[in-house]
């Protein structure tokens, strides 16, 4: 009995270049149209896993931790020194959906620079942050500002420990002025204190103390004042005694 032989399907070329083209796994530099290039791990086409990224344009380079086309996880972010012809690292932390999230370091000069925990690519969470000028700043922050329970340090040592909102002395605090041995104690707003106490404190090993120590504020008769409130007392008594009889 005769049979009937069909021809063969024969797979589509494309589709097989299409497979072959599909980026899973380790994978040695593959180069976008602009110029960057990203040698690495894949999955479904997308970055995923350890890998490096070199930004044509700018020439910085991540290296760390991707998931699904975008940093995830812990990674480095340097660019080129123009001074040394290097790379100097600019963030050294965590990521999550390609912004600075978790606790890194940021660098913002070779004296400046920002460790502590990050959100949304914002400064936000506790962090310690180190000023050019010599300042340095510890506490709480939010949106990239001093938030929260925090302390600055001066260049001199004088110190402020108290509450901050959007990156300003706003609410309880204490100024010490160690160079002159005072401490003010109060409350500001905006950066400007309204109201508070200063005193003498540790005004004898401060290196410019004040030409004249704060006096004391106290009763020049406080026994007398005190009799005469017990005085004001008994008389308030007497009085209620007789307006009940």
């Not at 080129?80 to 890194?104: E, F, H």
């Amino acid at each position: 009995m005769p049979f009937v032989k069909y021809p063969r399907t024969a797979e589509p070329l494309w589709n097989e270049w299409d497979r072959k083209a599909q980026k899973n796994g380790l994978r040695h530099a593959i180069y976008a149209v602009n110029g960057d290039h990203y040698t690495g791990e894949w999955l479904d086409n997308l970055k995923h896993g350890k890998g490096t990224q070199t930004w044509k344009c700018t020439g910085a380079i991540y290296n760390g931790d991707w998931k699904f086309g975008k940093r995830d996880g812990y990674g480095t972010y340097s660019i080129p020194d123009p001074v040394t012809k290097g790379y100097k690292k600019v963030y050294s932390g965590w990521w999550k959906n390609d912004k600075k999230c978790g606790y890194g370091t940021r660098f913002y000069s070779d004296t400046e620079y920002y460790e502590g925990e990050w959100s949304n690519g914002q400064r936000s969470g506790w962090g310690r942050m180190y000023y050019k000028d010599g300042s340095i700043y510890e506490g709480q922050w939010l949106k990239d500002q001093h938030s929260g329970q925090g302390m600055l340090r001066l260049s001199n040592e004088n110190r402020y420990e108290g509450t901050w909102k959007d990156g300003k002395k706003h609410g309880p605090g204490k100024f010490f002025y160690l160079d002159k041995g005072q401490l003010f104690e109060g409350f500001w707003v905006a950066d400007v204190p309204k109201s508070g106490t200063m005193i003498d404190c540790g005004r004898e090993a401060a290196p410019a103390p004040t030409q004249y120590p704060i006096p004391k504020i106290e009763l020049a008769n406080p026994d007398g004042v005190l009799e005469e409130v017990w005085g004001m007392f008994d008389d308030s008594q007497e009085d209620q005694m007789d307006a009940g009889r």
